[in-house]
Nanobody, 124 residues
Framework: VQLQASGGGLVQAGGSLRLSCAAS??????????MGWFRQAPGKEREFVAA????????DATDSVKGQFTISRDNTKNMAYLQINNLKNEDTALYYC????????????????WGQGTLVTVSS
């Protein structure tokens, strides 16, 4: 399984971004995997941001981003997304997408596959 995160960039505070995660692999069934987004800010540990179950009908997000971040997926395109609105300086981080079978988790160690990360930099 390969995950490719994209969509990061330099954006002004208050702006929006949509991060994308493209999934692929031999004999890989995207619809059987839950997807998660994590981030790691400079000098900090990786933290959970949001997750979605394999069918896309159950979501979870850390409290600090609820109402600001929205996770979604399109199983017909093998894609997961993270919409980020009203970006703040503290959202500056490397954002990773991750996959695990069936049910989502907020624990990084429970994900089997990881993308390389996409950098989001928020300027004030």
């Amino acid at each position: 399984v390969q995950l490719q995160a994209s969509g990061g960039g330099l954006v002004q505070a208050g702006g929006s971004l949509r991060l994308s995660c493209a999934a692929s692999g031999r004999a890989f069934t995207f619809g059987a995997y839950a997807m998660g987004w994590f981030r790691q800010a400079p000098g900090k540990e990786r933290e959970f941001v949001a997750a979605i179950n394999s069918r896309g009908d159950k979501l979870d997000a850390t409290d600090s981003v609820k109402g600001q971040f929205t996770i979604s997926r399109d199983n017909t395109k093998n894609m997961a997304y993270l919409q980020i609105n009203n970006l703040k300086n503290e959202d500056t981080a490397l954002y990773y997408c991750a996959a695990r079978k069936w049910w989502y988790s907020s624990k990084a160690e429970e994900y089997n596959y990881w993308g390389q990360g996409t950098l989001v930099t928020v300027s004030s």
